[in-house]
T-cell receptor, first 112, second 110 residues
Framework: GAGVSQSPSNKVTEKGKDVELRCDPI?????LYWYRQSLGQGLEFLIY????????KSGLPSDRFSAERTGGSVSTLTIQRTQQEDSAVYLC??????????FGSGTRLTVV | DQQVKQNSPSLSVQEGRISILNCDYT??????FLWYKKYPAEGPTFLIS?????DKNEDGRFTVFLNKSAKHLSLHIVPSQPGDSAVYFC?????????FGAGTTVTVRA
């Protein structure tokens, strides 16, 4: 597609439920990143994909967080047993493995 | 630990005047620096970048300065316009990953 697409744009979920966030990167971009921005905070790195593999998962906050990427394209970030502190904007970015990121518009997750 | 720091959370400037945003970093391995601009409910968009081998890069109203010895960079916007009101993030590259500052909210007053 023309840009990075994320869905849903907004998600409200009850504490303890699982959520899945989706990212469709720009076609041909081999690198894919997930970041999150909590209220009043900067962008916090979560995970990096090169193709379908994730050589850097160091930013995932806990084992409740997981992500996968299939076909070198779509990525899904899954949060199990959501907690209120998981509330944030989750941003996906892709890159043609250079130094330019293109971000999606993000998914605003609210855990109530 | 926060490797990229933007110590000013907000900046208010009059239309037509200069906006100066500052950023400090701690990792000497960073080799490429970028500024991103973010409007509410949108993702960050690339604004301007600079390689560590340069000390200045200019693009229209936007100029980025890099002082490697001080591990400091700044973004100058001249003249500031109402559409520049946004959150500005400083970011630094090491290998494959960008590290971001906390952002500075710029408000341009008419």
């Amino acid at each position: 597609g023309a840009g990075v697409s994320q869905s849903p744009s907004n998600k409200v979920t009850e504490k303890g439920k699982d959520v899945e966030l989706r990212c469709d990167p720009i076609s041909g971009h081999t690198a894919l990143y997930w970041y999150r921005q909590s209220l009043g905070q900067g962008l916090e790195f979560l995970i990096y994909f090169q193709g379908n593999s994730a050589p850097d998962k160091s930013g995932l906050p806990s084992d409740r967080f997981s992500a996968e990427r299939t076909g070198g394209s779509v990525s899904t970030l899954t949060i199990q047993r959501t907690q209120q502190e998981d509330s944030a904007v989750y941003l996906c970015a892709s890159s043609p493995s250079g130094k330019g990121y293109t971000f999606g518009s993000g998914t605003r997750l609210t855990v109530v | 630990d926060q490797q990229v720091k933007q110590n000013s959370p907000s900046l208010s400037v009059q239309e037509g005047r200069i906006s100066i945003l500052n950023c400090d970093y701690t990792n000497s391995m960073f080799d490429y620096f970028l500024w991103y601009k973010k409007y509410p409910a949108e993702g960050p968009t690339f604004l301007i970048s600079i390689s560590s081998i340069k000390d200045k890069n200019e693009d229209g109203r936007f100029t980025v300065f890099l002082n490697k010895s001080a591990k400091h960079l700044s973004l100058h916007i001249v003249p500031s316009q109402p559409g520049d009101s946004a959150v500005y993030f400083c970011a630094a590259y090491n290998d494959y990953k960008l590290s971001f500052g906390a952002g500075t909210t710029v408000t341009v007053r008419a």
